[in-house]
């Protein structure tokens, strides 16, 4: 398995050094994230993410499909992680490293345990028809803080997502194309976003957030947390690394708190300009079936 | 040890009573479990020991600058505190503080006596393992070429490597040198070392206490049988190598581990290696050796499953009360269980309790 | 969700009549396992775990082709934490099917289980002297005899005992605990008690989060919730499981000592020196 090339000994000494006195070799102040991008793409629910050099992509698709037999009632979510040597040559195709293990699970920790996604608004016909809703993410460039900038990629494509409406008249079940009417949004309860801390020095005293791949290589240990805008934790992740104090811990729960609001509010927006986008002569209300006839 | 099972009466159990507000406080001291053995939060500092108390890992062993740590410590720096790092028992050499664990793997030392088992042959080098965190090596140039003959290593020596020592074969060796990662090199120059056969292998806890073989002036020995009822003049061999690894094996007149001590002069040895020192197959061992080195065997165990130490005398006063003890209870010279509660009654009756 | 909440704000007793800070029986023991280096077994409540620890050992996987039929099966089964020029820690959990109420199987490469066995061995990459040991791997073997809640917190615990067991040098013991909240994750509830230690149907019921910390402070090596809860109340339930740590730290110490004692009065390791008096 091939290694990512670890950061020299001195460029580790100057980076901490320079950590020490208060700069990050970008320039950024400690809790400035990189320049973040946003696009969607022409189809419904393409979400691209680029946080710096960091780039992903979030594709969600939709069928119908039959239930597990132990939840008849709630449809099928999936999300699937893709991290391939494209995007590293430390990752493998079939092979999940450690991290895109701990990827998946956060992802699902954060959007899918907490139940982001109203699952039982999917459900067709109880026990037999379902929708499965299925996201990939794919890495496509590898610079660090693939947990955040994935997180908001999934979440802004599943949001950005439209599902092609349905309609039940007795036992008939009816999909309709795209064409016959507008199709809907999926039922969504409320948006969970994740920020990663990483904490340098002996102590961990040091805390940054959006780490490149340099700095997250020279972390001693990090902590994921994610909320949403109303200040719900859905998740916290410290998995090992040095001990790090408990106050500084509290302390990054409401800086992620502050930044989630911040990312919110951003999405919100772009979603409001995509749809404005989209919308070119008030046709999609006309389209809507929620009208009134 | 196994698991025991325990009766249902309710341990000790540490409740805790952390904010003394008023309701939660007194509802605290009605109906919950009062500890006084509850032991004090935060890092145990210095106390009152009884003899029997040990250090655990966390504990500030010495607030005093005058100390230096030694092994199984470590230190921070403010405020100076020497800080035990494992599990075990406190020793001072001079102003050198170290703590020996209750348990852990061999860690080689110079000097050692060690059996060893080859996990791997490379090119001019053998790789052994001996119990320790890393496998010890044994470079061709540190073992005796048969015949005694003292030359170069030549490629050809290199070609036929195996047929020295190979795969899976057993020796005994002593450690030579110490490499920066704790791994050892050991050489087998010498009459008392080199490969092992004509007995049974077993392995015990090592130094690092627990039990176990312990570092003595002697490592191997021989073992008469002869109070045993077996037939004269045979009598076994004992190598309790330090890193636990232990054999025990018939005895050959000038050869083996104990040759040197009871053997004759360092002129004769170099006659005496024969061609058959690398020699793989067992000779003929006659039953009766072959029952008391069972019988042995059976002895260490008990001496480790009981907590003794394992040396010379506790092995020699073991197998005298063993052979005693299946005389005694008349199941004649072929009993040869030690498990259980009969190993526990040798072991008492070693320790005299 | 209602079973909980309700009688305890009646009675202030949990379902299984604990108060909110009563931690629940801890029962360890360590050197059961007599062929391995070192080996332990914890009872959290109903939460039983049985550890075995094998190593210092020469690491198994080697660069280059010499990688033979055990070396990647090991690998895959297990995660692992290297630490700079020190020894790697590989870390695998088995849950017996027999664990739960619902007989599950579960396989060992469930993203659950991997996460879980990521967790324990980077918390004890951090806690371990492990650059003692260069080019070694302590391998770490977990057995789920029984779960009823705070798995992960007895994962962490058991593998400290058998790592004291083995000898492997530490900077401190490193205990987990949980704490729980008894409200949701609704914001407006202020009333909110703090619960330590939570039991099985507490876990599916109340938010939660396990704390592991490096001894008796208040350093977090650990911390992983996976539950709603308003980020106010985060430091409420960190400081309750932080101080459950410590309780729970001075148990297992109490565990090791009694150990050790008996060791010590059975003659299997000569008695320590004490420190002190004749220093000048």
């Known amino acids: 398995m091939p290694r990512e090339a670890e950061p020299s000994l001195n460029e580790k000494a100057f980076f901490l050094q320079a950590l020490q006195d208060g700069h990050r070799l970008d320039g950024r102040k400690f809790e400035q994230f990189r320049q973040l991008d946003l696009q969607f793409g022409d189809q419904y629910g393409v979400a691209d993410v680029t946080l710096g050099k960091t780039r992903v992509l979030a594709k969600v698709s939709a069928e119908v499909t039959v239930p597990y037999p132990d939840r008849p009632f709630d449809g099928i979510f999936t999300i699937t ?23 998946s699970r956060l992802l699902e920790k954060t959007v899918r345990r907490s139940n982001a996604l109203d699952t039982e608004s999917l459900c067709l016909i109880a026990g037999q028809k379902v929708w499965s809703i299925r996201v990939d993410l794919h890495v496509l460039s590898h610079d660090g803080n693939l947990m955040d900038a994935s997180c908001l990629a999934v979440v802004a494509a599943l949001r950005h997502f439209r599902k092609p409406d349905t309609s039940m008249e007795g036992e008939t079940l009816t999909i309709y194309t795209p064409a016959e009417r507008e199709p809907v949004p999926l039922s969504w309860l ?42 719900e934790i859905c998740q916290v992740a410290k998995l090992g690394g040095t001990p790090v104090d408990a106050v500084s811990l509290v302390q990054c729960a409401s800086i992620a708190l502050q930044k989630v609001k911040e990312l919110s509010t951003l999405l919100d927006q772009k979603l409001a300009e995509d749809s404005k986008r989209r919308n070119k002569g008030g046709l999609l209300a006309e389209l809507s079936a929620e009208n009134a006839r | 040890m196994p698991i025991t099972i325990l009766p249902p009466s309710v341990a000790q ?46 504990e500030v062993i010495t607030e005093d600058p005058q100390w230096m740590r030694g092994h199984g410590t470590y230190t921070i720096p403010e405020p100076p505190q020497i800080i035990s790092s494992v599990a075990g028992t406190l020793s001072k050499t001079n102003k050198l503080l170290s703590v020996r664990p209750l348990r ?7 000097g050692d006596l060690v059996v060893g088992r080859i996990v791997e042959v490379q090119a001019r080098r053998w790789r052994v393992d001996v119990g320790a965190a890393l496998l010890a090596q044994l470079p061709l140039s540190a073992i005796n070429l048969p015949g005694g003959i003292q030359r170069r290593r030549t490629e050809t020596d290199e070609l036929q490597i195996r047929t020295f020592f190979s795969e899976g074969e057993l020796l ?111 000779d003929s061992i006659p039953l009766d050796t072959m029952r008391e080195i069972a019988r042995t065997r059976g002895v260490i165990t008990a001496l480790v499953e009981n907590g003794l130490r394992v040396d010379e005398e506790m092995v020699t006063k073991g197998y005298q009360e063993a052979v005693e003890m299946a005389r005694g209870e008349g199941e004649g010279d072929d009993s040869l269980w030690l498990g259980g509660e009969k190993g526990k009654r040798l072991a008492d009756a070693l320790v005299g309790r | 969700m209602p079973l909980d909440t309700s009688t305890y704000n009646l009675a202030l007793l949990r379902v299984d009549g604990r108060r909110w800070n009563d931690l629940r029986r801890l029962h360890g023991q360590i050197r059961t396992q007599a062929a391995a280096d070192g080996s332990s077994y914890l009872e959290m409540g109903n939460t039983k775990v049985m550890c075995v620890v094998t190593g210092p050992s020469e690491s198994a996987r080697r660069g280059g082709a010499g990688g033979g039929a055990g ?32 007989r599950k199987k579960r396989s060992r490469t469930d993203k659950r289980v991997q996460e ?69 994750h609704g914001a ?12 099985g149907q507490e876990e599916q019921e109340l938010p939660f989060l396990t704390l592991g910390t490096l001894g008796a402070t208040d350093r977090v090596a650990l911390l992983v919730c996976e539950s709603r809860v308003q980020v106010g109340r985060l430091e409420g339930m960190m400081a309750v499981a932080a101080d459950g740590c410590g309780h729970i730290r001075a148990a297992l110490d109490r565990i090791v000592r009694d150990k050790g004692a008996q060791m010590v009065r059975e003659g299997a390791i000569a008695k320590g020196e004490s420190i002190g008096m004749d220093l000048d």
Not at chain 1, 91 to 96: A, D, G, L, S, T
Not at chain 2, 25 to 34: A, E, P, R, T
Not at chain 3, 75 to 101: D, K, L, Q, R
């Open chain 1, 81 to 103: 992680t893709e991290l391939s040597p494209m995007a590293s040559p430390a990752f493998e195709v079939n092979r999940p490293t450690e991290q895109e293990v701990l990827l």
């Open chain 1, 190 to 231: 409320h948006t969970p976003l994740c920020i990663t801390f990483s904490f340098y020095g002996d102590e961990g005293e040091m805390t940054l957030v959006d780490t490149t791949l340099l700095e997250e290589q020279l972390k001693v240990s990090s902590c994921t947390i994610s909320l949403n805008k109303h200040g």
């Open chain 2, 13 to 58: 159990e540490p409740t805790r009573s952390l904010y003394q507000d008023g309701s939660q406080s007194d509802s605290d001291s009605d109906g919950g479990v009062d500890l006084d053995g509850d032991v004090s939060m935060g890092r145990p500092t210095k106390r009152a020991r009884r003899d029997e108390a040990i250090v655990t890992p966390g």
């Open chain 2, 104 to 110: 852990a793997r061999y860690t080689p030392e110079i």
């Open chain 2, 172 to 282: 005994v060796a002593e450690v030579q040198q110490l490499y920066n990662d704790g791994a050892a090199v050991l050489h087998t120059r010498s009459l008392k070392y080199g490969k092992l056969r004509n007995g049974v292998f077993m392995a015990v806890t090592g130094t690092g206490g627990g039990g176990g073989v312990v570092r003595a002036r002697r490592q191997a020995f021989t073992l008469d049988i002869s109070s045993s009822g077996a037939e004269g003049g045979e009598k076994i061999d004992v190598i309790l190598g330090v890193n636990g690894y232990i054999w025990i094996s018939k005895h050959i007149e000038g050869e083996g581990a104990a040759a040197e001590s009871s053997g004759p002069g360092i002129t004769r040895i170099e006659e005496s290696v024969g061609l058959n020192v690398y020699s793989s197959q067992n």
């Open chain 3, 71 to 102: 070396g990647p099966a090991a690998s895959s089964s297990s995660s692992t934490a290297t630490t700079p020029n020190g020894a790697e820690i590989a870390v695998t959990i088995v849950t017996g099917g027999f664990s739960t109420v619902d």
């Open chain 3, 116 to 184: 879980l066995q990521a967790g324990v061995a980077k918390a004890l990459a951090g806690a371990l002297h492990a650059h003692l040991y260069p080019r070694s791997t302590i391998a770490v073997s977990l057995h789920v005899l029984s779960q009823d809640g705070s798995l992960l917190a007895c994962l962490v615990n058991a593998s400290t005992l058998a790592l004291v067991d083995a000898g492997v040098p530490m900077t401190d013991y490193l205990v987990a605990c949980t704490a729980g909240s008894t409200s949701g």
């Open chain 3, 188 to 199: 407006g509830d202020e009333g909110a008690d703090p619960l330590l230690d939570l039991n």
